[in-house]
């Protein structure tokens, strides 16, 4: 559903006392980013693999590793 509508839907029901402002402050809110993990719990630093492999050949093409610090930025 598109935002903006959402938004005037939400304003409606304020306005009609089917919600109160702090629950109307609640829904519009924007959600929050969850954080990643950027070491594992033995305190070794994360990496974010990735591999493209050609499936006629199944050769890897394309190996890439960034830190999970970089993945979050």
């Given amino acids: 559903m598109n935002g903006n509508v959402n938004r005037a839907q939400i304003l409606k029901m304020v ?3 089917q919600l109160s402002a ?3 402050a ?3 809110a924007p959600p929050s980013k969850p954080k990643l993990a950027l070491k594992t719990p033995e305190g070794k630093l994360r990496w974010f693999h990735v591999r493209v492999s050609n499936l006629d ?4 093409q394309v ?3 960034l830190l999970m610090g970089w993945v979050q930025v």
């Fill in 15 to 17: 306005e009609a006392g």
């Fill in 26 to 28: 609640a829904r519009l």
């Fill in 63 to 65: 190996t890439v590793n």
């Fill in 57 to 60: 050949t199944n050769q890897t």
């Fill in 22 to 24: 702090a629950e109307a």
